[in-house]
T-cell receptor, first 116, second 113 residues
């Protein structure tokens, strides 16, 4: 079946601009996660949704970052007033049940964001 | 807080060599442990997992055993192939609260024919 998809695959923007990154999870998956992967590092957690609500947003670095999941499926990560330090690969993952610690998270291919 | 320390790379081996990539963790409670792999040009894929102490995860000839006494989850393969060249990430899933995975920094593995 279809996996997690993310669009765009690449995004180049200028410092100070606003960007939106989209994630389509696996159909039926209720849990959705955003991570950020800087060059040469492992992914770092940003935010977790269970259904429509953000159950844990403790990884968002500051108030320029915001994410929504209005209908419990597609999610959008929004970054305002982008900075060069925001350049990274943004990964989305989904899992099938209630976010149990035994669940497997399935990752999308990522969006590579470059802020000039 | 929870953390994962992974063997630094890059690691270069010849085909058919034995592979070990070390991973140790710090966590409260009884986390789940995972190895993810990222092949060139592809996304992260789950390679194997173990959800309780002494469990052994295995897949594609790779194995890792959840050792609570040494807080380790080392990845092993008896005979590597060129196609195993990739970046390998050890990760921890906390036993309570939101399932935010904590990843190691990754180990780049190159297998030469």
């Amino acid at each position: 079946g279809a996996g997690v998809s993310q669009t765009p695959s690449n995004k180049v923007t200028e410092k100070g601009k606003y960007v939106e990154l989209r994630c389509d999870p696996i159909s039926g998956h209720t849990a959705l996660y955003w991570y950020r992967q800087s060059l040469g590092q492992g992914p770092e957690f940003l935010i977790y949704f269970q259904g429509t609500g953000a159950a844990d947003d403790s990884g968002l670095p500051n108030d320029r970052f915001f994410a929504v999941r209005p209908e419990g499926s597609v999610s959008t990560l929004k970054i305002q007033r982008t900075e060069r330090g925001d350049s990274a690969v943004y990964l989305c993952a989904s899992s099938s049940t209630s976010g149990s610690y035994t669940d497997t998270q399935y990752f999308g291919p990522g969006t590579r964001l470059t802020v000039l | 807080g929870n953390s994962v320390t992974q063997m630094e790379g890059p690691v270069t081996l010849s085909e058919e060599a034995f592979l070990t990539i070390n991973c140790t963790y710090t966590a409260t409670g009884y986390p789940s442990l995972f190895w993810y792999v990222q092949y060139p040009g592809e996304g992260l894929q789950l390679l194997l997992k173990a959800t309780k102490a002494d469990d052994k995860g295995s897949n594609k000839g790779f194995e890792a055993t959840y050792r609570k006494e040494t807080t380790s989850f080392h990845l092993e393969k008896g005979s590597v192939q060129v196609s195993d060249s990739a970046v390998y990430f050890c990760a921890l899933g906390p036993s309570s609260g939101a399932q935010k995975l904590v990843f190691g920094q990754g180990t780049r593995l190159t297998i030469n024919p």
